[in-house]
C-alpha cells in the first residue's frame, strides 16, 4: 500500500492566467493523502486536446491512480472527453442515464433543456460513466496500461461530489492500514515549533510522516503511518506523545478542524455564549464561527462596527475616547468588547479593531497594528498585535488570533455555566 503512487491534473485555461484558484488540486491531494495514496505529481494545464492526451498518458505511465478534472463541459473549449477517446481509440456515445439525470435537474430548475447540455451525457464507449447527481456532465473511469484513470467535471461542487460517492468506494481496495492525526497549534512560529519537535527526526521514515501547514498563524500538523508492522506502529504512537508532550503548550485541537470549530466545541462543553465586535476584520470572525453547523447554540451574533459612528451608537463607545485615543487602541478595544457584550448578554465577548492597510497608518500605528479586546463578567482585557503589512493576511491572522484568543480564554477558565 505504501508504494501506491497518484496524479493529478487539473485542465482549464483559466487555471494558467489566474482567472480561477485551483482548489480542486489541493481537495484531491488531501483526500488521495487520506487513504495512503502518495501524491507524487500535481499539474494543471490548458484546454488542448493533444496536450490533454499527453499528460494523461504520461502521468499514467508512472502512476497506479490519476485524477483528472476539468473540460468535461458544454463549450467548444471543453475538449478532455475528444482527448480520452484519442487515448482509448473510440468513439463517443450517449449515456441515457445521465442525459435522464440532466433532463431531470433542468426541469426541477424550470429551465428549458438545449442541445449543448444533452452533449454533456455523451461518453468515450471505452470508458466507464460515474454517474453525476451534482451537474450534467458524468465522470469517466478507464485504465491505461496499469493504471486507473478517474475524468471528472472542474466545477468543485460536482468533482467533490462524484469523488465521494463514485470513486472512493473503488480506491478502498488500494488504501492499506493508514492512519493520521491533526493537530492544531497556535502561538508558535513554524521554525520554533520545529525546533521543539526535533527529537521525532529519528522517528520519520517514508512509513510514518510529520507534515508542517502553517497559514496566518496557525499551524495544522498532520502524523501519519502507512502500514501497519510493529516497527511502525511504535513509532507513530511515539510520535502522538512527543507531540503531545512538547507541543501542548501551544496544543488548541487534536482534531482534523477548524479553529472555529475546536472554540465551538469549547463553547458548548462549558456551556458559555459568545457575542463579536469587529471592525477591520469586517465580518470575517462571524463568518468563520457561523460556518460551523450548530454555532447558534453557543454564538449569540455579532456587530461590524467599521465606522465610528457604529461603534459609538451600536456599542456605547464615548466619543470622548475615540477622540482621546482613536479607534484602534486598547481604550476602544475594551469598549467595544464591554459593549457587545452587554448588547447580547453573551458570556464572553470578542472585538477587533486594527489598520488593515493599505493606507491609514502612521508611525505610531502602523499598518498591521491590531487591538483584540476580549470582556467576561470579571474582566476586561485587550491586548496589541502587529500583523504584517498586506491586508488580506492582516485581516486573517487577526480573525485567527482573535479565535485563538477566546479559546485560550475559555480553557483556561475554571467557569462551567
Given amino acids: 500500500m505504501a508504494g501506491v503512487i497518484s496524479s493529478v491534473i487539473s485542465i482549464g485555461d483559466e487555471l494558467l492566467v489566474g482567472q480561477v484558484v485551483n482548489t480542486n488540486a489541493a481537495w484531491l491531494g488531501d483526500r488521495l493523502t487520506r487513504f495512503g495514496i502518495r501524491v507524487r505529481r500535481v499539474v494543471a494545464i490548458g484546454d488542448e486536446r493533444s496536450t490533454i492526451r499527453r499528460e494523461i498518458e504520461a502521468a499514467a505511465a508512472g502512476s497506479d491512480v490519476v485524477i483528472v478534472s476539468g473540460g468535461l463541459g458544454p463549450t467548444h473549449d471543453d475538449v478532455t472527453r475528444d482527448a480520452v477517446c484519442d487515448i482509448l481509440g473510440c468513439d463517443m456515445d450517449l449515456d441515457r442515464g445521465q442525459l435522464a439525470r440532466i433532463e431531470r435537474r433542468f426541469t426541477e430548475r424550470g429551465i428549458t433543456i438545449n442541445e449543448r447540455s444533452r452533449l454533456q451525457a455523451m461518453v468515450p464507449t471505452a470508458a466507464r460513466a460515474l454517474p453525476n447527481d451534482y451537474g450534467s456532465a458524468p465522470g469517466l473511469a478507464f485504465t491505461v496500461g496499469a493504471a486507473r484513470v478517474y475524468v471528472l467535471p472542474g466545477v468543485p461542487g460536482e468533482m467533490q461530489g462524484i469523488f465521494t460517492d463514485r470513486i472512493i468506494p473503488e480506491l478502498h481496495e488500494l488504501a492499506g492500514d493508514v492512519e493520521q492525526r491533526t493537530f492544531l497549534v497556535s502561538g508558535i512560529t513554524e521554525s520554533g515549533l520545529a525546533d521543539e519537535l526535533m527529537e521525532s527526526m529519528a522517528l520519520l521514515s517514508a512509513d510514518v510522516t510529520l507534515a508542517y501547514l502553517p497559514s496566518a498563524g496557525l499551524i495544522r500538523l498532520r502524523a501519519m503511518r502507512l502500514g501497519a508492522s510493529t516497527d511502525v506502529y511504535e513509532r507513530y504512537h511515539a510520535l502522538l506523545d512527543l507531540i503531545a508532550a512538547k507541543g501542548g503548550r501551544w496544543l488548541v485541537s487534536d482534531r482534523d478542524e477548524t479553529l472555529a470549530a475546536a472554540l465551538g466545541r469549547l463553547l458548548a462543553e462549558r456551556q458559555m455564549t459568545l457575542a463579536t465586535a469587529e471592525s477591520c476584520t469586517g465580518g470575517l470572525i462571524g463568518e468563520m464561527i457561523t460556518d460551523i453547523p450548530g454555532?447558534?447554540?453557543?454564538?449569540?451574533?455579532?456587530?461590524?462596527?467599521?465606522?465610528?459612528?457604529?461603534?459609538?451608537?451600536?456599542?456605547?463607545?464615548?466619543?470622548?475616547?475615540?477622540?482621546?485615543?482613536?479607534?484602534?487602541?486598547?481604550?476602544?478595544?475594551?469598549?467595544?468588547?464591554?459593549?457587545?457584550?452587554?448588547?447580547?448578554?453573551?458570556?464572553?465577548?470578542?472585538?477587533?479593531?486594527?489598520?488593515?492597510?493599505?493606507?491609514?497608518?502612521?508611525?505610531?500605528?502602523?499598518?498591521?497594528?491590531?487591538?483584540?479586546?476580549?470582556?467576561?463578567?470579571?474582566?476586561v482585557r485587550a491586548e496589541r498585535f502587529m500583523l504584517g503589512r498586506e491586508r488580506p493576511y492582516i485581516r486573517q491572522r487577526a480573525a485567527n488570533t482573535a479565535l485563538e484568543m477566546v479559546w485560550r480564554e475559555v480553557h483556561n477558565s475554571t467557569v462551567k455555566r
Fill in 295 to 379: 454555532s447558534s447554540a453557543y454564538y449569540l451574533g455579532g456587530v461590524v462596527s467599521y465606522a465610528n459612528s457604529a461603534k459609538e451608537n451600536i456599542l456605547g463607545v464615548a466619543p470622548e475616547l475615540l477622540a482621546r485615543h482613536g479607534a484602534v487602541s486598547r481604550e476602544v478595544a475594551e469598549a467595544m468588547a464591554t459593549g457587545v457584550r452587554g448588547r447580547f448578554g453573551a458570556d464572553i465577548a470578542l472585538s477587533v479593531t486594527g489598520i488593515a492597510g493599505p493606507e491609514g497608518g502612521t508611525p505610531e500605528k502602523p499598518v498591521g497594528t491590531v487591538w483584540i479586546g476580549l470582556a467576561t463578567a470579571g474582566n
